[in-house]
């Protein structure tokens, strides 16, 4: 290769498609978009009341156009007030828990982190159990408390389980994963004697820890946009870093990166978003681990494209669950991590003995 | 000659035990030396404390006229790169991907890599003979092969002191040449300086423009490759008998591992 060639950017014939510029697999991302695109479509054509698809379009292109296509009041009612606000919350939930898990995947060096085996969601359980049993109001206007205390939790949790698990600047698979369970088992021994403690609050903390997103209004998204935008943003930055991270320690910071501090701003950014995703929809497992898991075996390793198209991918994953969750015992529904923990689990544990090679 | 490494009474302990002992050593650009010793000397210890891996006790390390405490991690790694002892490399990046990462101290936080750091990603793996595997995972590389991506990662870096830990333990003869052929380059033709660990003592007597021995922590003796690679140095350096040969053709003494029938 010349140097010519290499600032123009002209590619000599014989040279593989991803020579130069990390643009390989551009097509990733018109196929996850698509796929959002049908998921989100499919969540709200779905359901028990029966509408017709054509209903369905109508309505949505009456709200987003502004376009007077005559849609059916009731029609109306149900797509844009109960079924859309549902599939838009379950989007961005899966959005966050996949994003979230790579962010902790890449922060670790360890493809089986994920926010809930490292005791996340039980310490943001913990933390607003106390909210909701303690003498202070859940909300102050818009401002949850209970998700800012969830999202203390989360760090605290995740800074333990790290704590313990570490070892020269490493958590291996085996001690991690103890070390979350030694975690969440605490966090949920602690959060099942408050329960106990505290009957007259045992509905509110039971819907909060099941979650789901069966009461899903427009409302909500201020519980959850307001924390995982800015989260997206700052872990979807540093792309380039993690990838440099995948190195061990001493090697990035002998490429000048600051280790202790990347990983501190990632982690505080990742359990922001991943406690505002468990204040909305509970505890659903595993959507971290599966998504950012398939990304890496279509498109690699480079985070610069795994942790956005996990994130596409995530959305489509969560909204499909809960469509799952929804329509399988009809008119009756399933929590949402039911399901997800249904395909998570046996796929968790054919990650753990494949990789047991490598990581026992 | 500029000074580029100097290293003054470094005094480095792991907990009670003290692993350097004061240790006294400059690199010049332009300059290859080769840094020998027993294993456990504290070889890998100098190396890590002066790229800040590892705190020291007392002591001073000025790279480039500014003591290294005060320059940033970046700051650091624009003025030094260095080539650990057979690093783990994470599975799924090419070649290409971990030797574009040498230009990591080179951007800012949120610039990505330009055709240009690419076109010296490659040049890098080039010169170490490894531009065929730009495309390959490392994870499907020999160790050989990895050691080589390190070191085209280290040259992309473009710091003007380079330190290398054992970069010739894994590869063949053919590999050992090529590299200190290429490290030689660097320092008389780039005016790099380069400091080398190396338990090859043949290879330090004919490459490198000087040597440091090193034992218990401290340097045993310092300068040019026939006046420290001396039976007498290394009976005392690792407490064993060689054979010293000065053969017609050779630049300087080779030190044969033969203490006897």
């Known amino acids: ?360 | 000659m500029e000074t580029m490494l100097q290293v003054a009474d470094l005094r480095v302990a792991y907990g009670a035990r003290t692993v350097l002992h004061g240790v006294d050593l400059t690199v010049a650009a332009g300059e290859l030396v080769g840094l020998v010793g027993p294993n456990g000397c504290g070889k890998t210890t100098l190396l890590r404390a002066v790229t800040r891996l590892i705190p020291w006790h007392a002591g001073r390390v000025v790279i480039g006229g500014a003591p290294v405490e005060r320059l940033s991690r970046r700051d650091l790694a624009r003025r030094v790169a260095v080539v650990p002892q057979s690093p783990a490399l994470p599975s799924g990046y090419t070649a290409l991907d971990i030797a574009v990462m040498g230009r990591t101290p080179r951007l800012s936080f949120l610039q990505q890599e330009g055709a240009d750091d690419y076109r010296i990603a490659r040049d890098a793996l080039a010169r170490v003979d490894a531009l065929a595997l730009a495309d390959r995972p490392v994870d499907e590389l020999s160790g050989g092969e990895r050691q080589r991506v390190v070191l085209a990662r280290a040259l992309a870096q473009q710091a003007p002191l380079i330190l290398l830990d054992e970069p010739v333990a894994n590869l063949d003869i053919g590999h050992q040449i090529s590299v200190f052929l290429l490290l030689r380059e660097l320092a008389r033709d780039e005016r790099l300086a380069v400091l080398v660990t190396i338990h090859e003592l043949v290879l330090a007597s004919l490459y490198c423009d000087r040597v440091a021995l090193m034992a218990g922590g401290a340097i045993l003796a310092d300068g040019p490759p026939a006046g420290v690679l001396t039976a007498a140095h290394i009976a005392r350096a690792y407490g064993t008998k060689v054979l010293v040969l000065d053969a017609p053709g050779l630049p300087a003494p080779v030190v044969v591992p033969y203490g006897g029938p």
């Open chain 1, 1 to 360: 290769m010349t140097v010519k060639e290499a600032m123009t950017g002209d590619r000599p014939a014989d040279a593989p498609a991803h020579w130069s510029m990390p643009s390989a697999n551009v097509a990733a991302y018109p196929v996850a978009a698509a796929l959002l695109i049908l998921s989100i479509l499919l969540g709200v054509i779905v359901g028990p009341a029966g509408i017709a698809p054509q209903d369905v379009v109508r309505v949505l292109l009456h709200h987003l156009l502004g376009a007077d296509v005559g849609a059916p009041a009731l029609a109306d009612t149900i797509v844009w007030q109960i079924r859309l606000p549902r599939v838009i919350m379950a989007a961005l939930v899966g959005c966050t828990l996949a994003y979230s898990g790579a962010a902790y995947q890449g922060v670790f060096r360890n493809p089986l982190a994920d926010p809930f085996l490292l005791g996340v969601a039980a310490g943001a359980g913990l933390a607003a159990t106390i909210v909701i049993v303690g003498p202070v109001p859940a909300s102050w206007g818009p401002v949850s408390l209970i998700t800012i205390a969830s999202f203390g939790g989360a760090l605290a949790a995740v800074f333990l389980t790290y704590g313990i698990a570490r070892s020269g600047g490493r958590a291996p698979m085996t001690t991690l994963i103890l070390a979350g369970v030694a975690v969440s088992s605490l966090a949920t021994s602690a959060t099942s004697y408050l329960l106990l403690a505290h009957q007259r609050d045992t509905i509110a903390i039971l819907s909060w820890l099941l979650g789901g997103f069966n009461n899903s209004g427009w409302h909500q998204l201020w519980f959850i946009v307001p924390y995982t935008l800015p989260a997206a943003a700052v872990i979807f930055l540093h792309g380039r870093v993690l990838n440099v991270m995948q190195l061990d320690e001493h090697q990035a910071e002998q490429l000048g990166v600051n280790v202790e501090r990347t990983r501190l701003v990632v982690l505080v950014a990742a359990s922001l978003a991943a406690a505002a995703a468990v204040s909305v929809a509970g505890i659903v497992g595993f959507v971290g681990l599966i998504v950012p898991h398939l990304v890496r075996m279509a498109v690699g390793p480079d985070y610069r494209r795994l942790l956005p198209l996990s994130a596409l991918l995530g959305a489509s994953f969560m909204i499909l669950a809960d469509l799952g969750a929804r329509t399988a015992i009809s008119p009756g529904e399933l929590p949402v991590g039911v399901v997800t923990a249904c395909m998570g689990a046996p796929f968790f544990l054919y990650l753990l003995r494949r990789q047991r090679k490598a990581y026992f």
